[in-house]
């Protein structure tokens, strides 16, 4: 898998195009840092940090949502778009976080929810007023199926929500049911209402006077519904049909998605960043959805290598990995968007478990791993995201009985399988604990003090009992760290432009251990290779990298291959430079 390497005219165009040199930093700023001892991360505690943040290297901070809400979901259920919610701070600390992280050459991507809102918004309190209420039609609403009483079946269609149950909540109130992908405290907006979309689109501008840099946009091809709403397939096993086919890149996405570009991002879209969060993207999808010329958004978030070790997608049934499958559908991505368009590159982020447990081995090779699966990312095509923690090679927390789970998405499943689907309290646990999205929302690891210096209260969700070796203070100022490897990488995406701006192509791609690739650009290469297993094996790559100068490895002792091919020791990577 190849492309064509750039000229010096269409560098030109890339170097303008900041962000193909850029990382981007994900905060979670419930578990970040705390800075008044109420066991919760806020602003002030993110400013406190911003110089480890500039050390590290990053250009850019992506802050997930930190609006008023009720927090049903984390705050990805907004009741005010255009303030702070208190547990974070305010608004005097977000601008001077802003103005904290421009002096040091940084940026600021806000999350933006907009598929759905808070039940609590004031939009939907309208809404759900009186049937005759202006604002009636912002939100999806729908009478019971006809001929039936409210109830378990009378749902509009037979949707299910991504949190468990139906996709459907009663309002006995108006005596009709609304649409909410997710939780049922956020319902979902009615993009087709062209109010709904300027006040949004007004919203977005209001922040980005403020001095905001971009959004990083969640489920933001959920947008767009098939307006007639149809039953979704259900199959043997499922309580609820699929509606995905129905919502996930629907007729209308591309539209709003360039009148978003129009009314808020045109003529100061240069020194922005946008990011759509696209759940069930196809490489196809996601060349239109990133092609400059389209004006749309400037990357996607895809989910299809972190299904990889999952049976049909399902992530509370988890499969052990397959190095050439991971392969495959990265290297996909890598080719499809080669000639047009970007890709993001991340292992993890709030949603995901952590990365070096996921893909690496958080044992014996933790430090290794986590080093050698950076330098795999960091030196694909695209612009990498490190999730808060990843530089530190923080792992999964090993939670023990349900009450030690935060995460709405764990608690509904887990009642929903225990109470509909047969499964026993103990099945479910184990099924939970690889994939979890609160793996990856444990407190950051500051030190080794109590609490991990996260917070001097009672921290909102368990510290991991292992903070007090895997830590921020024991990494910064030793050089041989995971926090001042990923340094190094970022360093060398600033440094060289074979990293940013150069063709791909992937190597050895049915081997199941070794993962290969090559960047080049005309005079320059680099070789990246790395051993995904316990054991030593060899990469089988030409000879003439024998003796090839070391760009950087994550051995001590690393040097240039002598020898017939490339002997990798476990978790190695290396790469060199022809």
Same mark, same amino acid.
């Given at each position: 898998?190849?492309?064509?390497?750039?000229?010096?005219?269409?560098?030109?165009?890339?170097?303008?195009?900041?962000?193909?040199?850029?990382?981007?930093?994900?905060?979670?700023?419930?578990?970040?840092?705390?800075?008044?001892?109420?066991?919760?991360?806020?602003?002030?505690?993110?400013?406190?940090?911003?110089?480890?943040?500039?050390?590290?290297?990053?250009?850019?901070?992506?802050?997930?949502?930190?609006?008023?809400?009720?927090?049903?979901?984390?705050g990805y259920d907004i009741s005010n778009y255009q303030d702070i919610d208190p547990v974070f701070g305010s608004l005097e600390d977000l601008d001077e976080?802003?103005?904290?992280?421009?002096?040091?050459?940084?940026?600021?991507?806000?999350?933006?929810?907009?598929?759905?809102?808070?039940?609590?918004?004031?939009?939907?309190?309208?809404?759900?007023?009186?049937?005759?209420?202006?604002?009636?039609?912002?939100?999806?609403?729908?009478?019971?199926?006809?001929?039936?009483?409210?109830?378990?079946?009378?749902?509009?269609?037979?949707?299910?929500?991504?949190?468990?149950?139906?996709?459907?909540?009663?309002?006995?109130?108006?005596?009709?049911?609304?649409?909410?992908?997710?939780?049922?405290?956020?319902?979902?907006?009615?993009?087709?209402?062209?109010?709904?979309?300027?006040?949004?689109?007004?919203?977005?501008?209001?922040?980005?006077?403020?001095?905001?840099?971009?959004?990083?946009?969640?489920?933001?091809?959920?947008?767009?519904?098939?307006?007639?709403?149809?039953?979704?397939?259900?199959?043997?096993?499922?309580?609820?049909?699929?509606?995905?086919?129905?919502?996930?890149?629907?007729?209308?996405?591309?539209?709003?998605?360039?009148?978003?570009?129009?009314?808020?991002?045109?003529?100061?879209?240069?020194?922005?960043?946008?990011?759509?969060?696209?759940?069930? !993207?196809?490489?196809?999808? *996601?060349? =239109?959805?990133? #092609?400059? @010329? /389209?004006?749309? +958004?400037?990357?996607?978030?895809?989910?299809?290598?972190?299904?990889?070790?999952?049976?049909?997608?399902?992530?509370?049934?988890?499969?052990?990995?397959?190095?050439?499958?991971?392969?495959?559908?990265?290297?996909?991505?890598?080719?499809?968007?080669?000639?047009?368009?970007?890709?993001?590159?991340?292992?993890?982020?709030?949603?995901?478990?952590?990365?070096?447990?996921?893909?690496?081995?958080?044992?014996?090779?933790?430090?290794?791993?986590?080093?050698?699966?950076?330098?795999?990312?960091?030196?694909?095509?695209?612009?990498?995201?490190?999730?808060?923690?990843?530089?530190?090679?923080?792992?999964n927390m090993a939670f023990g009985a349900i009450s030690d789970y935060r995460d709405?998405?764990?608690?509904?499943?887990?009642?929903?399988?225990?109470?509909?689907?047969?499964?026993?309290?103990?099945? !479910?646990?184990?099924?939970? *604990?690889? =994939?979890?999205? #609160?793996? @990856? /929302?444990?407190? +950051?690891?500051?030190?080794?003090?109590?609490?991990?210096?996260?917070?001097?209260?009672?921290?909102?969700?368990?510290?991991?009992?292992?903070?007090?070796?895997?830590?921020?203070?024991?990494?910064?100022?030793?050089?041989?760290?995971?926090?001042?490897?990923?340094?190094?990488?970022?360093?060398?995406?600033?440094?060289?432009?074979?990293?940013?701006?150069?063709?791909?192509?992937?190597?050895?791609?049915?081997?199941?251990?070794?993962?290969?690739?090559?960047?080049?650009?005309?005079?320059?290469?680099?070789?990246?290779?790395?051993?995904?297993?316990?054991?030593?094996?060899?990469?089988?790559?030409?000879?003439?990298?024998?003796?090839?100068?070391?760009?950087?490895?994550?051995?001590?002792?690393?040097?240039?291959?002598?020898?017939?091919?490339?002997?990798?020791?476990?978790?190695?990577?290396? !790469?060199?430079?022809?």
């Amino acid at each position: 898998m190849s492309a064509e390497a750039p000229g010096t005219a269409e560098i030109g165009n890339q170097q303008r195009e900041w962000f193909r040199s850029a990382v981007v930093y994900q905060i979670y700023p419930r578990s970040f840092a705390d800075s008044n001892g109420d066991g919760i991360g806020d602003l002030r505690g993110i400013i406190g940090r911003l110089d480890y943040l500039e050390k590290l290297g990053v250009d850019v901070v992506w802050l997930s949502p930190v609006y008023t809400s009720p927090q049903d979901d984390n705050g990805y259920d907004i009741s005010n778009y255009q303030d702070i919610d208190p547990v974070f701070g305010s608004l005097e600390d977000l601008d001077e976080l802003l103005r904290g992280l421009h002096s040091r050459g940084m940026k600021l991507v806000m999350d933006l929810v907009v598929n759905h809102t808070s039940d609590e918004h004031s939009w939907f309190v309208e809404s759900r007023s009186a049937k005759d209420n202006p604002k009636r039609d912002w939100y999806w609403w729908r009478p019971p199926r006809e001929g039936r009483p409210p109830g378990p079946g009378s749902e509009p269609n037979n949707w299910g929500s991504a949190f468990s149950g139906p996709a459907w909540e009663y309002d006995e109130a108006t005596g009709e049911y609304y649409l909410h992908l997710f939780s049922r405290k956020q319902p979902d907006l009615n993009w087709e209402n062209p109010q709904v979309r300027a006040a949004i689109y007004d919203m977005m501008n209001w922040w980005l006077d403020r001095g905001v840099d971009g959004f990083r946009m969640d489920v933001i091809n959920f947008i767009s519904k098939d307006t007639s709403l149809p039953d979704g397939v259900r199959t043997p096993g499922m309580l609820y049909g699929d509606g995905s086919p129905y919502y996930i890149c629907g007729p209308r996405i591309h539209e709003f998605l360039k009148e978003m570009h129009e009314e808020v991002f045109a003529g100061r879209d240069k020194e922005l960043l946008t990011v759509g969060e696209m759940p069930g !993207v196809t490489v196809q999808d *996601a060349v =239109l959805f990133t #092609d400059p @010329a /389209r004006n749309e +958004v400037d990357m996607v978030f895809q989910f299809e290598h972190v299904a990889v070790d999952q049976e049909a997608g399902n992530k509370w049934r988890p499969k052990p990995l397959k190095l050439t499958e991971l392969k495959a559908s990265l290297g996909r991505w890598q080719a499809g968007l080669a000639d047009r368009g970007w890709n993001s590159l991340y292992w993890g982020n709030h949603d995901q478990a952590r990365a070096v447990s996921r893909f690496g081995n958080d044992g014996k090779y933790r430090e290794l791993s986590a080093k050698m699966l950076a330098g795999i990312l960091h030196l694909h095509r695209g612009t990498p995201f490190i999730y808060q923690g990843e530089e530190l090679g923080m792992t999964n927390m090993a939670f023990g009985a349900i009450s030690d789970y935060r995460d709405i998405e764990v608690l509904n499943h887990h009642r929903e399988a225990t109470t509909h689907l047969g499964h026993t309290d103990a099945e !479910v646990l184990a099924a939970l *604990a690889p =994939l979890n999205r #609160d793996n @990856a /929302r444990t407190p +950051v690891q500051w030190d080794a003090t109590r609490h991990a210096g996260f917070t001097t209260g009672a921290p909102w969700i368990v510290v991991n009992p292992n903070a007090n070796h895997i830590n921020a203070a024991a990494q910064v100022d030793d050089s041989d760290s995971v926090y001042n490897f990923y340094r190094r990488m970022i360093e060398l995406r600033h440094s060289d432009p074979v990293v940013a701006h150069g063709d791909f192509t992937m190597l050895l791609p049915d081997d199941e251990h070794i993962y290969a690739f090559m960047r080049s650009l005309p005079g320059r290469k680099l070789l990246v290779v790395g051993n995904f297993s316990d054991a030593e094996h060899t990469a089988d790559v030409d000879a003439e990298w024998t003796g090839a100068a070391l760009v950087i490895g994550n051995y001590p002792d690393a040097g240039p291959p002598t020898g017939t091919g490339i002997r990798l020791r476990p978790w190695e990577l290396l !790469v060199l430079a022809g």
